[in-house]
């Protein structure tokens, strides 16, 4: 104790250019840090102390048996210790990167809140939030991860983040599943140029064009669930929000190419959730790259096909995906590369595929869970265009849906949070972030307990969203401060903000309200097996079935 007493009051003070650190949750911020630092050592001067024992008895001339017994207990200790000391290393060693950074504990010896991350994410944020305030430090595997949630830090957050003083944060073998060239991993300038060339595809402008598309594939594959009498599970809506996207890339999908991309797909994305992250031969993550190239070359080949079939002045170039992306140019006028296009179209299936499975189980947990919203729902679109359905009429006539849409992604969000890491030291408030260290902006907890913004947020209320002129409007429910969930920004961050929002979140948008109208205009739901998933991030998923509902 002796010995580790300076250190801790090195490690709890502030270095001489800096300003007067925090203190007002310092016990226990560093209670587990005191106790963690003095079992390791208490453990290394038992050890010693055993070992010099230890080594006394093997000098008395005794049976062979009790030497070859000394010698073990002597190579254990040894062990015990040499892992305690190495313990004690990595504790000090977070003492100093953790010691200006916000309020928080650091969880259980050498893992940290691992454990609490894998069981409840979102849970354990909230916790965090109510114990230390709205920015704090938590503990991954002796790495200290700062979470901001006020709108204030989280403008400050991004404000870095476009200038290239921080970076977004993905893990290894994620960014190799997906390729280094894609948008998500971007920072600064080059993020900047990459965003110029892909925005225009998925602006509110162009995803009009996609509209009938859209509503063509949906009808398409909601009769066919219908028609099939079975439960679905979660993933054939990735399924479909996979498909829907190809046809919009390249003006169509032939059925048995598609066959081959799902396939693909699948097995590629099982890849994400491999729980060896390294590609030792036989294993999920080796398997998924090799299904990566496969797609990889059909991609290619159809890139290639529609850059021959369309060129740049075409009627589907000006008005399909693909055409918006391989013909577009950056400020100096160059076109994307292969590589660019192929890895960033891995990113577009990758962010829908998973966020499409979690939003409609939040939408039809919502659905069964509240029947009276389903009834005000039916009404409302059953007075919609049953063949053509009018954009600006889904975003602007149908204050029901789209009440109920923002409801649930606010407690639902397809993403827990953006995780970023810094390039440079940088100074924020009182605190200092040392080169390398991890901020996440939070986007979930925040929304569910901001009662200040969303009065009762922990429950669902679809009436907070409606507009002051609708007959169910209440005052007492509706949100403190008007939001428009159409915009992304630090208010409703559920498809993020600033510099990483999301590129199709218009086109996400709209193709669930295609999709949502389109099965409350002609089936009814049942819906089975609901449960929630925690790890890697808060989702409902369940199992449903469509029935084909009488003409209205």
């Known amino acids: 104790l002796i010995v580790l007493l300076p250190y801790w009051i090195m490690a709890t003070t502030t270095p001489s250019d800096g300003v007067v650190s925090p203190y007002a949750h310092w016990y226990p911020t ?3 840090h005191i106790l963690h630092s003095s079992f390791y050592a208490g453990i290394i001067a038992v050890c010693w102390r055993s070992s010099e024992t230890l080594s006394k008895r093997s000098n008395n001339k005794n049976s062979s048996s009790n030497t070859i017994v000394t010698t073990v207990l ?16 990595d504790e000090l060693a977070y003492m100093r990167k953790r010691r200006l950074l916000p309020p928080g504990d650091s969880g259980i010896p050498i893992v940290g809140h691992l454990p609490l991350v ?7 944020s909230i916790n965090a939030i109510r114990k230390y305030g709205p920015m704090y430090t938590y503990n991954l595997l002796m790495n200290p991860f700062v979470v901001c949630t006020k709108e204030a830090d989280v403008r400050w957050a991004t404000s870095q983040e476009r200038r290239g003083k921080i970076k977004g944060l993905m893990l290894p073998h994620f960014m190799e599943l997906v390729g280094e060239e894609a948008i998500l991993f971007k920072s600064g300038h080059e993020h900047k140029r990459l965003r110029k060339i892909f925005e225009p595809a998925f602006s509110p402008m162009a995803i009009r064009d996609y509209a009938a598309s859209i509503d063509m594939e949906a009808s398409n594959k909601l009769k066919q669930w219908s028609d099939s009498g079975d439960f679905q599970s979660p993933r054939q809506w990735a399924m479909l929000t996979m498909r829907i996207f190809f046809v919009c890339a390249f003006g169509e999908a032939e059925e048995e190419r598609m066959k081959e991309l799902t396939y693909l797909f699948e097995n590629w994305l099982d890849g994400f959730n491999a729980p060896i ?4 031969p036989g294993t999920a993550l080796a398997k998924a790259h090799k ?23 075409s009627p589907l170039t000006k008005k399909s995906v693909m055409g918006r992306l391989c013909y577009a140019t950056d400020e100096n006028g160059n076109l994307p590369s292969e590589k660019v296009l192929v890895d960033n179209l891995y990113l577009f299936i990758f962010a829908g595929f998973d966020t499409t499975k979690g939003s409609f189980g939040g939408f039809l947990h919502f659905l069964n869970e509240n029947p009276r919203v389903q009834e005000l729902l039916v009404e409302e679109v059953k007075e919609f265009d049953a063949t053509v359905l009018d954009v600006d009429q889904l975003k602007n006539g149908a204050p029901i849906l789209n009440a109920f849409l923002a409801e649930s992604w606010r407690l639902t969000a397809p993403l827990t949070s953006h995780a970023t890491i810094t390039t440079e030291a940088l100074w924020y408030k009182e605190y200092f972030f040392p080169k390398g260290t991890h901020i996440e902006i939070d986007i979930q907890a925040h929304a569910k307990m901001n009662d200040e913004l969303y009065p009762d947020a922990e429950n669902f209320c679809f009436e907070r969203w409606l507009p002051k002129d609708h007959p169910l409007y209440d005052p007492s429910k509706a949100n403190t401060t008007e939001i428009d969930y159409n915009v992304m920004n630090s208010k409703f961050r559920t498809f993020n903000h600033g510099a990483h929002a999301c590129l199709g979140g218009h086109f996400a948008k709209l193709q669930v ?27 409902f998923l369940n199992d449903f079935k469509l029935t084909k509902r009488e003409a209205m």
């Open 30 to 32: 560093w209670r587990n």
């Open 74 to 89: 002597q190579s254990v200790n040894l062990l015990v210790g040499a892992i305690a000391a190495y313990c004690l290393k």
């Open 118 to 124: 894998i069981k409840d994410s979102e849970a354990r």
């Open 277 to 280: 992250p390294l590609k030792i």
């Open 291 to 313: 299904f990566k190239k496969a797609l990889q070359e059909i991609l290619i080949e159809m890139i290639n096909e529609f850059k021959e079939t369309n060129p740049p002045d």
């Open 513 to 539: 309200r295609i999709i949502l109208t389109r099965l409350l205009q002609s089936y009814k739901l049942e819906v089975q097996n609901d449960r929630t998933r925690t790890f890697p991030m808060r989702q």
